[in-house]
């Protein structure tokens, strides 16, 4: 499954909304009825992060400002007001079929 | 706290091997499956490898089948990535990862002669 985000770059003013988009090249409903398709960050320097899990879940400790949403074969993430320590890569990743995928990745920055 | 911290990595030669172990701690690690993920430098995140809680089922990615092999040991909380017949293109920083939930900080693999 071949997972395609957009924008590839984000430049963002502080407290502005950002938004990413994922597109799969098919369903990732599972036969069990649920959707592995989650978000994570990546800030420099560090190991992913995650976000949301199966579309719209927020991880642990996840600030509400992110949320996830979509289904089938298009999802969005979305912040609601940009923070500084946000910037980083995100990458939405499928988890319904192997092998698994990510997308290219998106990178957040300041304006 | 729910911990995963990777070691082996290092510098290898073109079609030499190495093995790289993750320890995990902090959660019962003999209940979950875990995975192998890779990020060669300035690139994005490509799906290792996957070993199903019990060892029964392993899946791999077609750049490393027939190269590498994903282990784990429940008894010693540790998973392994055995890795022969290295390529300049296995050069990465090699995370374990319990699902998209839980990271390592990765260790580094550097194939170059």
């Known amino acids: 499954i071949v997972m395609t985000q957009t924008p590839r770059s984000s430049p963002v003013t502080l407290g502005q909304p950002a938004s990413i988009s994922c597109r799969s090249s098919q369903s990732l409903v599972h036969s069990d009825g649920n959707t592995y398709l989650s978000w994570l960050q990546q800030r420099p320097g560090q190991p992913p992060r995650l976000l949301i899990y199966?579309?719209?879940n927020r991880f642990s400790g996840v600030p509400d400002r992110f949320s996830g949403s979509g289904a089938g074969t298009y999802f969005t993430l979305k912040i609601s007001r940009v923070e500084a320590e946000d910037v980083g890569v995100y990458y939405c990743m499928q988890a319904t079929q192997f092998p698994y995928t990510f997308g290219q990745g998106t990178k957040l920055e300041i304006k | 706290e729910v911990q995963l911290v990777e070691s082996g990595g290092g510098l290898v030669q073109p079609g030499g091997s190495l093995r790289l172990s993750c320890a995990a701690s902090?959660?019962?690690?003999?209940?979950?499956?875990m995975n192998w993920v890779r990020q060669a430098p300035g690139r994005g995140l490509e799906w290792v490898s996957y070993?199903?809680?019990?060892?029964?089922?392993?899946y791999y990615a077609d750049s490393v089948k027939g190269r590498f092999t994903i282990a784990r040991d429940n008894a010693k909380n540790s998973l392994y990535l055995q890795m022969n017949s290295l390529r300049a293109e296995d050069t990465a920083v090699y995370y374990c990862?319990?699902?998209?939930?839980?990271w390592g900080k990765g260790t580094t693999v550097t194939v170059s002669s």
């Open positions: 902090g959660f019962t690690f003999s209940s979950y499956d």
């Open positions: 990862a319990r699902g998209p939930d839980v």
């Open positions: 199966k579309i719209s």
């Open positions: 070993i199903l809680s019990s060892s029964s089922t392993t």
